[in-house]
């Protein structure tokens, strides 16, 4: 039940230049547009940008694709997210009790970006052409379960392309629009075994 530290920014799963328009305009045809974190989609998304957006990739060699997920969560909206990670630099704390348990970090990081200025100037690239308006700073996110089996269906797949009324057969998907509306700050709902876990570290 691993918490994620990563510098990125919100991709959201609706919209033109969302998670569920890319899969489909790109033919990702294995990924799964409600669950990035799944191996196959994490690698698959990764190839489809190396072609798309090469020079973006190129300096961003660890960039990763994460979820936040509670299994404790039952309701509907836990199942896909509006929204997942992107993360140029992703940190991994492990579970209470696992071989790195005593491991820490110092608080500073979040004070610093750790990219380089070309990593830095990709990342704000990536951000503005698929997700326009959103915040790049550090995140902590929690998944209970990175991972969870998200069976892949082609039908469901297009019942979300038609219900997507944002959806335009003519708009260039690709290239993308600025916007001037600033994000909120997401509430991230965290388990207590995990608040208990993060308390013990800090004191």
Known sequence: MPVYMLYGFRWPRAGFTGIRVYIVLHNLEDAT?????????????????????????????????IEQYDPDDESDEAVSKPFAYVGAKVISI????????????????????????????????FRDKYAAGERIGWWIVYN???ERYYPHDE????????EDED????????????????????????????????????S
């Open 33 to 65: 547009a409600e669950y990035l974190q799944k191996p196959i989609t994490n690698k698959q998304l990764i190839e489809s940008f190396k072609n798309t957006d090469p020079g973006i990739i190129a300096n961003l060699p660890e960039l990763r694709f």
């Open 94 to 125: 492990p579970e209470e009790g696992s071989p790195n348990a005593g491991s820490s970090w110092n608080t500073d990081i979040f004070q610093e970006n750790p990219l380089d200025a070309a990593g830095t100037k990709a990342l704000t690239e």
């Open 144 to 146: 209970g379960d990175p």
């Open 155 to 162: 039908e469901y797949e297009d019942d979300i392309m038609e």
């Open 167 to 202: 959806y335009d057969d003519d708009y260039d998907y690709d290239r993308g629009e600025n916007s001037s509306e600033a994000p909120s700050t997401p509430t991230i709902r965290l388990p207590e075994s995990f608040t208990r876990f993060f308390s013990k570290r800090s």
